[in-house]
T-cell receptor
Framework: RKEVEQDPGPFNVPEGATVAFNCTYSNSASQSFFWYRQDCRKEPKLLMSVYSSGNEDGRFTAQLNRASQYISLLIRDSKLSDSATYLCVVNPLTSGTYKYIFGTGTRLKVLA | DTGVSQDPRHKITKRGQNVTFRCDPISEHNRLYWYRQTLGQGPEFLTYFQNEAQLEKSRLLSDRFSAERPKGSFSTLEIQRTEQGDSAMYLC??????????????FGSGTQLSVL
């Protein structure tokens, strides 16, 4: 089983739609969770950290479910500029080291 | 430009040759990471440094790969006897890590390696 798993998509949604991605992780002791965004042929950039109580940043909401070992990202009112690959990132914190494990990414295409 | 800088941007080499990539992190960042990314996949962890100490290496990092960060500033990643399977984007990231915080990784633009 992969340490971090995501549905690769692509998710094709119309502008204004709400779309949600899930990501599962295998190490129940994982402590830190993030969503990164990667545009085509560009480097990944941090979108948001994911906190235990869930958190929101504008149109983006991130949730953590420790019992089921998954995190989610909800995008409301999708814009064309949201088209990108969304990478789920987990720090397993094994032996106290800071190794960030990326999922394969979920491709989102927002259509006009 | 005060971001993470990687050099070269592109490298084409013949199978069996050695290659070396350089990464200059953001100056005050104490942690430096190397990742490898192939098309359609997420970045795959290779190794990371805290200051000059290499704290973890992926088991995917064979003995042909070596990374250094001699003075805790820039880092180099060397691949010896390159193979076609080494063709990928090699990404460097740095962060200002502190215990108990959610650190943000800043990535460079990467070095695209093509092994012919």
């Amino acid at each position: 089983r992969k340490e971090v798993e995501q549905d690769p998509g692509p998710f094709n949604v119309p502008e204004g739609a709400t779309v949600a991605f899930n990501c599962t992780y295998s190490n129940s002791a994982s402590q830190s969770f993030f969503w990164y965004r990667q545009d085509c042929r560009k480097e990944p950039k941090l979108l948001m950290s994911v906190y235990s109580s869930g958190n929101e940043d504008g149109r983006f909401t991130a949730q953590l479910n420790r019992a089921s070992q998954y995190i989610s990202l909800l995008i409301r009112d999708s814009k064309l500029s949201d088209s990108a690959t969304y990478l789920c990132v987990v720090n397993p914190l094994t032996s106290g080291t800071y190794k960030y494990i990326f999922g394969t990414g979920t491709r989102l295409k927002v259509l006009a | 430009d005060t971001g993470v800088s990687q050099d070269p941007r592109h490298k084409i080499t013949k199978r069996g040759q050695n290659v070396t990539f350089r990464c200059d992190p953001i100056s005050e960042h104490n942690r430096l990471y190397w990742y490898r990314q192939t098309l359609g996949q997420g970045p795959e962890f290779l190794t990371y440094f805290q200051n000059e100490a290499q704290l973890e290496k992926s088991r995917l990092l064979s003995d042909r790969f070596s990374a250094e960060r001699p003075k805790g500033s820039f880092s180099t990643l060397e691949i010896q006897r390159t193979e076609q399977g080494d063709s990928a984007m090699y990404l460097c990231a740095s962060s200002l890590g502190a215990a108990g915080t959610n650190e943000k990784l800043f990535f460079g633009s990467g070095t695209q390696l093509s092994v012919l």
